[in-house]
């Protein structure tokens, strides 16, 4: 019985020694060739459609922790049937490592960014774990050949069992150490926090007074960096630094342009509030945040380059290879799309796109808001395609005029003698002119607005309850943008350009 469990533990214990040693390789190489993030990446590059869009549905910002679960899980399962297999006497066991290894190798030197030396950090942690797990499932077959009950057979469970504990310290140790050698030696955090932003040239006004209408349970207006919603496809964040950083301009233009961290911050940068949204948000979802922002506008850079009369698109691409394909028109007819390094006071966070991100108002975030952008090419959405476009969504990504309901939450009890409604409301690049909300069948109630800061911000609203039965209540909320156009009650799902439908929520009134 006890070599039935001791089996399964070499494998596990093998494999955490493997991964934890490829980790501190991967420190040195590049934190993006590690086994679990290379092969994580592979499944992101070519999972099917419907399957990444249920991730973001179910787990929303968490969807990257549970695809690294996952592949731990997977990893320390096969790692087990390896020890198993391994313990029996049977070659495959270590075929397996050994093809695990390989997997990983070939995924690592397939990333965009990949060097020569990225297959190292898979091929020598599984070289590692295979020279492990043999030693290991060579006590373990001593032990089982000696008498259980001898002395000479409890001496080889000791040693069994120390030496699993022991392999077991070393790989989660490594582990550690090799995510922190990830973070010191790109040196991203460093250059972070050695970064002063500097004063923009045309700085945004102090927020209006009553943007805020001063609900209890209200995010506020500008939301804080650590709570900014985050959606992209890095399980590993780019550690680049300012220093380093360039941006490259190419494709259909005059001439080609490059433009270094030193170059961005000496131009005429702007402060501007913009509100973000991800395609992905569900009617009612949270997947959208405001901030302030620091950057340039990126339309000079473009006038710079010289764009050609039959370019329509701009197709910008991240560090780590993530594209998206953003309409030419929306960097150049005036609206503030700029290359982003400060978000609320801050030098960008590192997982918000440190040092340099896009943003464009109006826009979804998977055709705009490229993260760790380091190249713009001026092309034709028939020449080219973002990431997104051939797994089904439109190339296209206007933002659609939505609204929330905030407080109260849905399902809560509230109090029939006086409540109140509140929520937002946004409709990028056009700004918001009104707000309904409608109790059951009742007629439509026009809102009270919170003070608009600009057309590419969200907007607050409220609206005072009082006076309701007691039971069980459907609550419903519309808006209307500064067009005139009202929010559709259409329902559809966010792909493939933006979930539509009225926010509804039920609430009992005690």
């Avoid at 020569?116 to 774990?129: D, E, F, I, V």
């Avoid at 209408?213 to 496809?233: Q, S």
Wanted: charged share 20%; glycine share 12%; with cysteine.
């Amino acid at each position: 019985m006890r070599t039935r469990l001791l089996a399964p533990c070499a494998g596990l214990v093998s494999g955490v020694f493997a991964l934890g040693l490829a980790e501190v390789i991967a420190g040195v190489v590049s934190p993006a060739s590690a086994p679990v993030i290379a092969l994580g990446d592979v499944v992101v590059a070519n999972v099917p459609p419907w399957l990444k869009d249920f991730a973001i549905s179910a787990f929303g910002t968490h969807d990257k922790q549970v695809l690294l679960g996952t592949a731990y899980l997977i990893a320390a399962a096969l790692s087990a049937l390896a020890g198993v297999l391994t313990v029996r006497g049977r070659g495959a066991g270590i075929w397996l490592v050994l093809g695990l290894g390989t997997l990983a190798a070939l995924a690592a030197a397939t990333r965009p960014e990949a060097s020569l030396l990225s297959a190292l950090p898979s091929l020598l942690g599984a070289a590692a774990g295979m020279f492990v797990l043999t030693h290991l499932a060579r006590a373990i077959r001593e032990h089982a050949a000696a008498a259980p009950r001898t002395v000479a057979g409890e001496l080889a469970g000791r040693r069994a069992v120390l030496g699993l504990g022991a392999v077991l310290a070393l790989g989660v140790a490594a582990g550690g150490l090799g995510n922190w050698l990830g973070a010191r030696l790109r040196g991203a955090q460093s250059s972070r926090e050695a970064l002063t932003l500097p004063t923009p040239a045309d700085p945004a006004p102090a927020l209006p007074s009553g943007v805020e209408v001063g609900v209890d349970g209200m995010e506020p207006f500008l939301t804080p960096n650590a709570d900014f919603y985050r959606i992209d496809t890095a399980l590993s964040v780019p550690l680049l630094t300012a220093e380093d950083w360039s941006l490259r301009i190419h494709g259909l233009v005059d001439r080609e342009v490059t433009l270094t961290w030193d170059q961005l911050v000496a131009g005429d940068l702007v402060e501007r509030d913009l509100t973000l949204m991800c395609v992905s948000n569900e009617v009612g979802g949270d997947l959208t945040s405001t901030a302030r922002w620091i950057g340039l506008p990126v339309k000079p850079l473009l006038e710079r380059a010289g764009v050609g009369a039959d370019a329509d698109m701009v197709l910008s691409k991240s560090s780590d290879g993530w594209t998206a394909s953003t309409p030419l028109e929306t960097l150049t007819d005036g609206r503030d799309a700029i290359l982003a390094i400060g978000m609320n006071g801050e030098p960008l966070p590192l997982e918000h796109g440190f040092p340099v991100r896009m943003v464009v108002p109006g826009l979804y975030g998977y055709v705009s808001a490229t993260k760790w952008v380091v190249d713009l090419e001026v092309t034709r959405f028939d020449r080219a395609q973002g990431y997104w476009t051939p797994r089904g969504w439109s190339e296209r990504g206007p933002v659609k005029t939505g609204s929330r309901i905030d407080v109260p939450a849905n399902g809560e009890t509230v109090d029939g003698g006086k409540t109140v409604l509140a929520g937002v409301a946004w409709a990028e690049h056009r700004g918001i002119g009104k707000v309904e909300v409608r109790i059951g069948e009742g007629a439509w109630q026009e809102a009270t607005l919170g003070t608009e800061d600009t057309v590419d911000t969200w907007r607050q609203w409220y609206l005072p309850w009082s006076g309701a039965p007691a039971g069980r209540h459907t609550v419903q909320v519309r808006a209307t943008d500064g067009d005139g156009a009202v929010q559709t009650a259409d329902v559809a799902p966010p792909a493939p350009d933006g979930a539509t439908g009225w926010h509804t929520i039920q609430v009992t009134v005690g």
